[in-house]
């Protein structure tokens, strides 16, 4: 399974546009890029997923290089409640495989 | 998307006894469910993978005879965590796949967790 690298934390204001990259070098053919988010004592919550190029959803952004060895999460102008940890997961999912998480970005919003 | 509940939310035991913790899958039929451990301020660990009506399979260093992991139907999932001891605390998560009714493809659905504290 491809491992992935974030930053471990980043800070922003509210209202900016935030942008989270992942590096994941090893990523094989057929692996999704999958991006959750959590806040604390939760579960995980999808936030959108891509294979390559450019994916868009009502939250949020993914761009995804044509060498797809890294991605970038963009949130556009994010609110004190984006406050909260964010994984970039690299594999084939599902009943197929299972999802390492890494140590994910810590996404610290200030008013 | 689809929801996963957890039950329960929060458990207190006594060193020694066992806690069982259940896994739904509410409005989608499960063919896999995960089970994964978090410290605080941790990542979330895998522990085991299920699949609906076969014996779960365990990541290194997770003992099996410890984590009980059974998945008798597409709903639903249960982790026993036997004898447990104080460093056994900590959040359990599970989540949830199946092949029909997901937003993207293969998604896993997590449930809001079980905090299990050993005392």
């Known amino acids: 399974l491809a491992k992935t690298t974030q930053p471990i934390s980043m800070d922003s204001y509210e209202g900016q546009e935030v942008n989270i990259t992942c590096s994941h070098n090893n990523i094989a053919t057929n692996d999704y890029i999958t991006w959750y988010q959590q806040f604390p004592s939760q579960g995980p919550r999808f936030i959108i997923q891509?294979?390559?190029t450019k994916v868009t959803n009502e939250v949020a952004s993914l761009f995804i290089p044509a060498d797809r060895k890294s991605s970038t999460l963009s949130l556009p102008r994010v609110s004190l409640s984006d406050t909260a940890v964010y994984y970039c997961?690299?594999?084939?999912?599902?009943?197929?495989?299972?999802?390492?998480f890494g140590k994910g970005t810590k996404l610290s919003v200030k008013p | 998307g689809a929801v996963v509940s957890q039950h329960p939310s929060r458990v207190i035991c006594k060193s020694g006894t066992s806690v069982k913790i259940e896994c739904r899958s509410l409005d989608f039929q499960a063919t896999t469910m995960f089970w994964y451990r978090q410290f605080p301020k941790q990542s979330l660990m895998l522990m085991a993978t299920s699949n609906e009506g076969s014996k779960a399979t365990y990541e290194q260093g997770v003992e099996k005879d410890k984590f009980l992991i059974n998945h008798a139907s597409l709903t639903l999932s249960t982790l026993t965590v036997t004898s447990a001891h104080p460093e056994d605390s900590s959040f359990y998560i599970c989540s949830a796949s199946g092949q029909s009714g997901t937003s993207a493809y293969n998604e896993q659905f997590f449930g809001p967790g079980t905090r299990l504290t050993v005392l």
């Open positions: 891509g294979y390559k």
């Open positions: 997961l690299v594999g084939y999912g599902g009943s197929q495989g299972n999802l390492i």
